[in-house]
C-alpha cells in the first residue's frame, strides 16, 4: 500500500515537473482584452469617463480630412488645432484604436457601430485613392510623390514640408490593425495590407541612405506595425520592409550598450524601440531585443520620476541632472508612458520579471490614471514636475493633441496586462478588481479589493483545473512581510527570482485566495540625489494642493491655440514651495492617516514655508483642479532660510526674463518649431549637449503671437560655432537687422537684442524669418524671444 502510494506520489510528480517544464517553454501571453472585465474601481470609473469621452466625438469630423484628400466631400468640417493645421487626420487613426480597444473591454454595441462605420468610410477614401492610401495629410498626394522619385527633404519633424508624416500615418495603420485585432473588423484587414503594399512601393526605390534620412523625422512606431501585417499574413516582404523603417541612429549605439539620449526628442524614441523589440523577438536577433532592454533600463533607472513619466518640454534630458525637471512647467509627457508601458509588456513577455510590472503598476496609477479629468473627461499633456504648478485639460471639441489620441486609448485598455499567461501559468500582475475568463484552463479568475485603498486583495477560482498562481510580491512589500493564505490557510508567500510567488495545486471551484500587501509610507529621492523628494504610500505617489496665490483663478481647460496644452499661468518662484523641515530625514512617522479617508495624510508641523497652511496628502491621481506639489525640498530648520535665499537668488534673473517674455521658441525642438510654424528651406537641427539648435544655408522662420503689440525687442541665443557667418533679420518681412556674428567670444552662448521698431507689429502676428547671404549660412541659433 505505502509503495503504491509513493508510486503515484512519484508519478504526479513527475508529471508536474513535466507541465512546469512544459509551461516554461511556451511563450509567454496576454489574454484577449476581451476576456477581462474590470469590477469597480478607480480604473472601471476612468474607463468609463473616456467612453462618455469617445462617444462625445464626431466621427464624420474625424474623417473629413481623409476624405478631403481623396476628392470626397466631407459630411462635416474638420476639427481644429492639430487637426487642421498640419497634423490632419492623425487622431483619427487614435481615435479607430480607441474604439476597438473600448469594445473589447466593454462589448459596447454603439462602440462597435462606429468602428464599423469608421472602417468604411476609411474604405471609401482607399478606394478612391486608387493605390492603397490613406492618410489626411494636406496635399500629401504631391509630398508622397516626390519621396517615390527619390525627391527627398528630411528634418526632426517634417519631410518634404509635411509636418511628421509617418507619424501621422503610423496611427492609421495602427487603428486598422486594432480594428481587426480586437474588433474582427475583416475589411480593416485587407485595408490594412493594401496600405502596406503602398508604403512598400512607394519606398521601393530609395537606397537605404535615403531611408534613413527619412527617419531622422518622426515616424511613430511604423517598423512596429510593419512588423505586425508580417506576422498576421506571414510574408516576409514586410518583415524586410519593417527592418528599413528601423531607425540605425538610434538602434546601434542602444545595441552596443550606449546612453546617447540626451537632447533626443523622447516619445519620437519611445516607438522607435517598441518596434526593435518586435523585429527582435520576430527573427531573432538577440542584439535588437537587448537593445530594446538597454534603452528600457536606462530610461527607467536614469530618466523616469516617481509618477513613472520622464522628459521635459518633450525631450530627454541629462540622466544625471534633473534641475530642469523642477524647473521648467513642462514635465513628462503622457505619451510618453502611453509608450513606456506599451515596450514594459513586450518586454516582460521575454522576460517575466516583477520590475517590469513594478514599473508598470506605478505608471498606470501615478501618470496614466492621473492624466484624465475625472467625470467631465479630458486629457492632460505635460505633468509638471515643478512645486506650485498645475495641469491643463483637453476638451473634447478643441484640443487634438497627441496625449488626446494616446489617451482616449490608454483609459480602454486598463484590462491589459492585469493577467498574463504561459501555458497553465497565470501570472497575476496587477491587483485590479476584475474577472478573468481563461478559456483554455475552462476556469474563471475573479479578482475583488479596494486596493489601494486597502492593503489586500482576494482571488476566487471558478471552475475545477490543476495549475500554478503566479502572483507578484511588489517591490514597495518589505521582505517576509507578504502574506497569502488559501481557503483560509496559510501557505508560504516566499518570492523566486522572478519575484513571484508560485501556487501550484488542483484548483477546486470556489477556492479563494487572499493576499495582504502591507504598504508604508516612504520617500524617494529624485533620481539625480538633488534636494527633492516625493512621498510614496505602496506604490501610490502622495501629493498635496497648494494655494500660492490668494485670490487666483485659473482655467484647468485648455483652449484650441498651439500652444494651449501647456499650463501658462503665473509661475510660482521656487523660494515659495513649501518645504519639508526637520533635523533628520527619518521623519515618516510624522505621517498620520485622516480617519475615514483611504490613502489621506497629514504631517503636522513637517511642511513649512510662505504661506503654507495645513497640508494634506493625497494620491496624486486623485488630485486635479489645482496647484500642486509632487515633489518637495528637504531642509534642516536651521538650513531654511538660506535656501529659500539661495533659491530665489538663482532664479531671479530667469523668472524676470520670463516675465518679460511674451513668445518664444526652442529652434530644432519639435513641438515649439511647429507650434509656431516653422519654414524653411536649405536648414539643419541638431543637438549640442543639452542645447538644441538650428541653422541654414537657405531661410528659416517662426511666427509669434503679439496680441497686444507689445513687442520692442527681439532677444536672440546664438551658438558661438557661429562665428563669422553673414545673415539678415526680417520681420513681417521688413529688413529688421543686418548681423555678421563677431569673433572674440569667449562664453560658449551669445544672446544678442535687436530692438524691433513699433511700425513693424501686425495684426497681433510677427513672422520672424532669418536669411542666409550668399556664400554664408544663418545660425547656428540656439533660442528667440520677443520681449516687451
Excluded at 539620449?261 to 523589440?277: E, R
Excluded at 513606456?340 to 496609477?365: H, N, P, V
Excluded at 491643463?392 to 489617451?407: F, I, L
Excluded at 481557503?487 to 477556492?511: F, H, I, M
Aim: proline share 5%; net charge neutral; hydrophobic share 40%.
Amino acid at each position: 500500500m505505502m509503495l503504491a502510494v509513493a508510486l503515484r506520489r512519484g508519478a504526479a510528480f513527475i508529471l508536474a515537473a513535466m507541465l512546469g517544464a512544459s509551461a516554461a517553454a511556451a511563450p509567454l501571453q496576454l489574454f484577449p482584452l476581451a476576456d477581462v472585465r474590470l469590477g469597480d474601481s478607480p480604473f472601471l470609473e476612468a474607463q468609463r469617463t473616456d467612453l462618455h469621452y469617445l462617444l462625445e466625438m464626431e466621427p464624420d469630423r474625424l474623417l473629413a480630412p481623409f476624405l478631403r484628400e481623396a476628392g470626397l466631400p466631407p459630411k462635416q468640417p474638420s476639427y481644429g488645432n492639430w487637426e487642421s493645421t498640419g497634423l490632419d487626420g492623425h487622431l483619427g487613426g487614435h481615435y479607430l484604436s480607441a474604439l476597438a480597444l473600448m469594445y473589447a473591454s466593454t462589448g459596447d454595441e454603439e462602440v462597435l457601430r462606429r468602428l464599423n462605420y469608421f472602417v468604411a468610410e476609411l474604405k471609401r477614401c482607399q478606394e478612391r485613392n486608387g493605390n492603397g492610401y490613406i492618410g489626411g495629410i494636406p496635399d500629401g498626394s504631391a509630398a508622397w510623390q516626390a519621396i517615390a522619385r527619390g525627391e527627398l527633404h528630411a528634418d526632426n519633424f517634417s519631410v518634404n514640408g509635411k509636418w511628421v508624416p509617418w507619424y501621422n500615418l503610423h496611427k492609421v495603420y495602427a487603428g486598422l490593425r486594432d480594428a481587426y485585432t480586437y474588433a474582427g473588423n475583416a475589411d480593416a484587414r485587407a485595408m490594412l495590407i493594401a496600405m502596406s503594399d503602398w508604403a512598400l512601393e512607394l519606398t521601393s526605390h530609395l537606397s537605404e541612405e535615403q531611408m534613413q534620412t527619412m527617419l531622422r523625422s518622426e515616424h511613430g512606431g511604423m517598423n512596429e506595425v510593419l512588423a505586425d501585417v508580417a506576422q498576421m499574413t506571414g510574408q516576409k516582404k514586410y518583415t524586410d520592409l519593417a527592418i528599413r523603417f528601423s531607425h540605425q541612429a538610434i538602434l546601434q549605439p542602444l545595441e552596443k550598450g550606449k546612453d546617447q539620449l540626451t537632447g533626443l526628442h523622447a516619445n519620437t524614441q519611445i516607438p522607435k524601440v517598441i518596434g526593435f523589440k518586435r523585429i527582435g523577438d520576430m527573427t531573432g536577433r538577440r542584439e535588437w531585443q537587448q537593445a530594446a532592454q538597454f534603452f528600457w533600463q536606462t530610461v527607467r533607472h536614469h530618466r523616469t520620476v516617481a509618477i513613472g513619466g520622464n522628459s521635459v518640454k518633450e525631450h530627454f534630458h541629462d540622466g544625471r541632472d534633473f534641475s530642469s525637471m523642477v524647473d521648467e512647467v513642462e514635465g513628462p509627457e503622457t505619451c510618453n508612458t502611453y509608450n513606456m508601458l506599451k515596450l514594459t509588456e513586450l518586454l516582460f513577455l521575454g522576460d517575466a520579471k516583477g520590475s517590469y510590472s513594478d514599473y508598470y503598476e506605478r505608471a498606470l496609477y501615478n501618470h496614466i490614471l492621473s492624466s484624465q479629468r475625472p467625470d467631465s473627461g479630458g486629457f492632460v499633456y505635460f505633468t509638471p514636475m515643478r512645486p506650485n504648478h498645475y495641469r491643463v485639460y483637453s476638451q473634447v471639441d478643441k484640443a487634438m493633441w497627441c496625449c488626446v489620441g494616446s489617451g482616449i486609448e490608454s483609459h480602454a485598455k486598463y484590462g491589459e496586462f492585469i493577467y498574463v499567461h504561459r501555458g497553465d501559468q497565470l501570472y497575476v500582475n496587477l491587483f485590479i478588481p476584475s474577472t478573468l475568463n481563461w478559456r483554455t484552463q475552462g476556469v474563471t479568475i475573479t479578482q475583488a479589493n479596494r486596493f489601494p485603498d486597502e492593503d489586500r486583495s482576494t482571488i476566487t477560482v471558478q471552475g475545477s483545473k490543476a495549475f500554478t498562481m503566479k502572483i507578484r510580491y511588489p517591490e514597495w512589500v518589505a521582505r517576509g512581510a507578504l502574506r497569502i493564505t488559501v481557503n483560509g490557510k496559510p501557505v508560504s508567500a516566499d518570492a523566486g527570482a522572478d519575484r513571484y510567488v508560485s501556487l501550484r495545486r488542483l484548483w477546486r471551484d470556489g477556492d479563494k485566495v487572499d493576499i495582504l500587501l502591507p504598504m508604508k509610507t516612504h520617500l524617494e529621492q529624485m533620481p539625480d540625489k538633488s534636494n527633492y523628494y516625493a512621498v510614496l504610500h505602496g506604490p501610490i505617489v502622495l501629493a498635496a494642493k497648494t494655494n500660492p496665490f490668494a485670490g487666483e483663478k485659473l482655467n484647468f481647460f485648455a483652449d484650441d491655440s498651439r500652444m494651449g496644452h501647456v499650463a501658462q499661468g503665473q509661475v510660482c518662484p521656487l523660494e515659495s514651495a513649501p518645504v519639508l523641515v526637520s533635523d533628520t530625514k527619518a521623519f515618516m512617522d510624522r505621517f498620520k492617516p485622516v480617519p475615514g479617508r483611504p490613502l489621506t495624510f497629514t504631517a503636522p508641523g513637517l511642511v513649512q514655508g510662505k504661506s503654507v497652511g495645513s497640508v494634506t496628502f493625497i494620491p496624486f491621481f486623485r488630485l486635479h483642479d489645482s496647484r500642486y506639489v509632487v515633489y518637495w525640498p528637504y531642509s534642516t530648520p536651521a538650513n531654511l532660510a538660506f535656501m529659500q535665499t539661495k533659491a530665489a537668488k538663482d532664479e531671479a534673473a530667469r523668472l524676470a526674463l520670463n516675465a518679460q517674455t511674451i513668445d518664444q521658441v526652442a529652434p530644432g525642438e519639435q513641438q515649439p518649431e511647429s507650434d509656431h510654424f516653422f519654414k524653411g528651406e536649405g536648414t539643419e537641427a541638431g543637438v549640442d549637449g543639452p542645447l538644441h539648435w538650428r541653422q541654414a544655408s537657405g531661410w528659416f522662420s517662426y511666427e509669434f503671437k503679439d496680441l497686444k503689440s507689445e513687442a520692442r525687442t527681439l532677444q536672440l541665443t546664438y551658438s558661438t560655432l557661429g562665428v563669422g557667418r553673414r545673415f539678415d533679420i526680417f520681420v513681417n518681412d521688413r529688413l529688421l537687422a543686418e548681423v555678421t556674428l563677431g569673433s572674440g567670444i569667449l562664453k560658449e552662448i551669445d544672446v544678442k537684442d535687436y530692438a524691433i521698431p513699433s511700425s513693424m507689429a501686425s495684426g497681433g502676428k510677427l513672422v520672424v524669418k532669418f536669411v542666409a547671404r550668399e556664400g554664408s549660412m544663418v545660425g547656428r541659433l540656439y533660442g528667440l524671444r520677443l520681449l516687451r
